[in-house]
């Protein structure tokens, strides 16, 4: 009972640690070019900025910075990405893989920009055409200030904040071009960051943030500010946000020595007096919050226990063979799954999360239980869950053949999928799906459609693998965007610049992958017919030649109607508006039985010629075949240089 007690107190102070964790992943503002590329030239580009980024995230995950240079000429893609030196490693690649996704509303679909800057609180990332890497300042540099007013005594606030932030400018540049720090002299404290880009060397740094304490003057009395140059970034708030525990904090002379005031002009007996009492308030108040956690605790271990979902670290840590690499079977975004075989002889597969769910092991634990009902042939079922061990885990059903993108692309030794099978893939698919959305009793939307989420078992029958992961990490939307982040092919044109996310999106990703199948080709591959697939699925629509799409390999052998009645299909789920696509449940319909079947209107073209189509637009063109006017261009449009300050 009593070791009890204390492995619950010690896995306790694990999840107050681990709470305290902060990718600062907020947007402080997204700075897109107006520049924008040469429609010939866009694929090309788009294809080089795809690479880049791809690129760039190991770097990132390695060193906390990095530079990547694509492509030739006048689509060369330069590309740029750093993390606040005070963010730990895995906060870092949390920050970055949302700030990657939300730099894409710079890019496709309408005009390419030829250039953007996202910042982040936690890291930064820009792409441009040029080489940028230790520039300094820039035209587009920006001041973003909070807009609640400060309260308090404003003299103070206003020289607290100038003398943090001169302090910041002068010692930033001495240390490797970051510091943190804090000022709160009469009881009142300001909290300031400022970092230079690593290929800002020290004198531009000096300069960069010279400049910048002016600048951030400027939003005084706000309670925050920042400023987003080309070369550096500066922040204060009255709210401490940084992570000072890497030890270079600047503590202004306030707080402590404040402390030592009170103490020495106390006599020596009332400051016992005051030591024991505020003592024995602190252990009463730790001792209250305590009981509340260990019931909390008690309560959520007894539920636990009782599920047979739940396995013990060790247990998948020897079914896997202590995760050794020759059991590894894959790597996703949100993790990487081994090959297990569990005491009673069940495979199984074991994923490794990459996110920490000890903030949230209630919730997730409530999530895998519902999940874990789920039942549908063309679902990978969930088995199980491991959440007190070092890490956690989720147990799968193990799915003998590979992937789907296995199957068509990377052929390893396999025999290439006949017309039969890549029809009753699509359809799997298609049920799988439908039964997410509408017939489960949760409401399921995958997010995460694509060829490597279809696994194949040993009839080739398709399972979706990776549905319902959005639902265990509620409070934690980093580890979607990581997810899917990359596929970008995938993602519905609302979800990326809106992210507006409903069932319609996955089955844009359908629709796509659909398309994938049945013309042998990928989208999303880096070269220049990335993104084209759609468009020649459609141009063919357009004179009556779908056919002509359908994957040479198969060599003829397949049905001629039913591919362009696929493909029809396929052209319906991938419509630039969300409403027009169908549900699930109706593609089920129009694959099996004689469901009418609608003339799709437009995908969201990236390069259309001359016109720029915008797949927002709400006019609904009458003509089919003509892209329709962009009049609204002014309006909508994500391409224009703008700020979001948040
Ligand atoms: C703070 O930084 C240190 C050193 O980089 C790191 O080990 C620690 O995990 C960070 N803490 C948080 C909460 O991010
Ligand atoms: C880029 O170069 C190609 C040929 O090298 C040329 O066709 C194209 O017009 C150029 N684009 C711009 C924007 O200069
Ligand atoms: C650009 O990226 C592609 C795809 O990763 C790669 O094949 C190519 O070598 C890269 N080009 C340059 C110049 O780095
Ligand atoms: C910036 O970096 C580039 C490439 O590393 C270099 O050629 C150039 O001289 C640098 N410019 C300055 C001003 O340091
Ligand atoms: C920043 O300060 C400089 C002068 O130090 C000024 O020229 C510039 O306009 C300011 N920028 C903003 C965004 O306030
Ligand atoms: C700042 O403005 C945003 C939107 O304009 C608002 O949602 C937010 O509540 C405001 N914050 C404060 C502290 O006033
Ligand atoms: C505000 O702070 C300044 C400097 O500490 C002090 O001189 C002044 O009396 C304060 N004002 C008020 C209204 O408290
Ligand atoms: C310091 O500030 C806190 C809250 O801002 C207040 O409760 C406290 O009384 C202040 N102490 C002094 C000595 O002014
Ligand atoms: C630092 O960079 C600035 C501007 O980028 C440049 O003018 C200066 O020569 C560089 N100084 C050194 C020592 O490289
Ligand atoms: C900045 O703060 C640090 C720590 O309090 C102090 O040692 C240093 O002298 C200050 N620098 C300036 C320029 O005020
Ligand atoms: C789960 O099962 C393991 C043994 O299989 C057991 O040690 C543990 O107490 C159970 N409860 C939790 C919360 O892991
Ligand atoms: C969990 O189960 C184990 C053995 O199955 C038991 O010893 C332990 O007391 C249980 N814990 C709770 C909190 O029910």
Redesign the pocket.
């Known amino acids: 009972m009593g070791f009890g007690i204390l492995c619950a107190l010690i896995y306790l102070c694990f999840l107050v640690n681990q709470s305290v964790s902060d990718p600062r992943a907020t947007e402080a503002a997204l700075i897109c070019s107006n520049i924008s590329a040469a429609s010939s030239d866009r694929q090309v580009f788009v294809a080089n900025f795809l690479a880049a980024m791809e690129a760039l995230t190991p770097l990132i995950a390695n060193q906390g910075y990095g530079d990547v240079v694509n492509g030739s000429g006048n689509t060369t893609v330069y590309a740029f990405g750093e993390c606040m030196k005070d963010l730990s490693q895995n906060d870092c690649n949390l920050c970055f893989a949302q700030c990657k996704t939300s730099i894409l509303r710079c890019v496709p679909f309408q005009k390419l920009t030829r250039g953007g800057r996202n910042f982040f609180d936690g890291c930064y990332l820009r792409y441009d055409d040029y080489m940028f890497f230790n520039e300094s300042s820039s035209s587009v540099d920006t001041t973003v200030c909070g807009n609640g007013s400060f309260g308090g005594n404003q003299t103070l606030f206003r020289s607290n904040v100038v003398?943090l932030m001169?302090?910041l400018s002068?010692?930033g540049p001495k240390n490797d071009g970051f510091f943190v720090?804090s000022v709160n002299r009469g009881n009142l404290s300001v909290y300031g960051l400022a970092q230079c880009w690593e290929y800002v060397n020290g004198s531009a740094c000096e300069h960069c943030l010279a400049k910048s304490v002016s600048n951030i003057s400027s939003c005084l009395p706000m309670e925050g500010g920042r400023v987003l140059n080309a070369g550096c970034y500066m922040r204060y708030s009255t709210q401490k946000f940084y992570n000072n525990s890497a030890s270079v904090a600047?503590?202004?002379?306030g707080g402590d020595s404040r402390l030592a005031v009170i103490l020495a002009s106390t006599s020596a007996a009332s400051a016992f007096v005051l030591t024991v009492a505020a003592v024995f308030f602190f252990m009463r108040k730790k001792v209250v919050k305590k009981r509340r956690e260990e019931k909390q605790l008690g309560a959520l271990l007894a539920t636990v226990n009782k599920s047979k979902l739940n396995i013990s670290y060790e247990t998948l840590e020897r079914a896997t063979n202590y995760f050794h690499d020759s059991n590894k079977l894959g790597q996703g975004g949100s993790g990487s799954v081994y090959k297990g075989i569990l005491p009673d002889g069940q495979t199984v597969a074991v994923k490794r999360l990459f996110f920490n769910t000890k903030q949230w092991v209630d919730h997730f634990f409530n999530e895998v239980n519902l999940i874990s009902d789920i039942h549908h042939p063309n679902l990978v079922k969930l088995l199980g869950c491991s959440i007190t061990g070092p890490e956690s885990l989720l147990v799968y059903e193990y799915v003998p053949n590979q992937s789907l993108l296995d199957y068509l692309f990377v052929k390893k030794n396999v025999q290439p999928l006949g017309w039969e099978v890549r029809f009753n893939i699509i359809l799997g698919t298609a049920e799988g799906l439908a039964y997410l959305h509408e017939e489960s009793e949760l409401r399921i939307i995958h997010r995460d459609i694509k060829l490597s989420n279809v696994l194949l078992d040993e009839n080739l029958m398709p399972k979706i693998a990776d549905f319902g992961l959005a639902r265990l990490f509620p409070e934690d939307k980093t580890h979607i965007s990581t997810a899917i982040a990359g596929t970008l092919g995938y993602m519905a044109p609302e979800y990326i610049v809106r992210g507006k996310l409903t069932e319609k999106a996955d089955v844009y990703s359908f629709g796509v992958l659909l398309i994938e199948v049945v013309c042998g080709k990928r989208t999303n591959s880096f070269s220049q017919n990335s993104f084209s697939i759609l468009e020649m699925v459609w141009n063919l629509y357009g004179t009556g030649r779908l056919c002509e799409a359908v994957d040479p390999s198969l060599d003829g052998k397949y049905q001629a109607e039913a591919a362009s009645t696929l493909l029809q299909v396929g052209l319906l789920c991938v419509q630039a508006s969300a409403e027009l696509r169908p549900s699930m449940s109706i593609v089920v319909k129009m694959l099996t039985s004689n469901h009418e079947i609608p003339q799709p209107k437009q995908p969201p073209f990236l390069n259309s010629s001359s016109t720029e189509i915008s797949p927002f637009s709400q006019k609904r063109g009458t003509n089919n075949f003509q892209p329709s006017s962009n009049t609204q261009s002014s309006g909508n449009s994500i391409s224009e240089s703008w700020i979001e300050p948040r």
């Open positions: 003398e001169k302090n002068v010692e720090g600047s503590d202004g002379d």
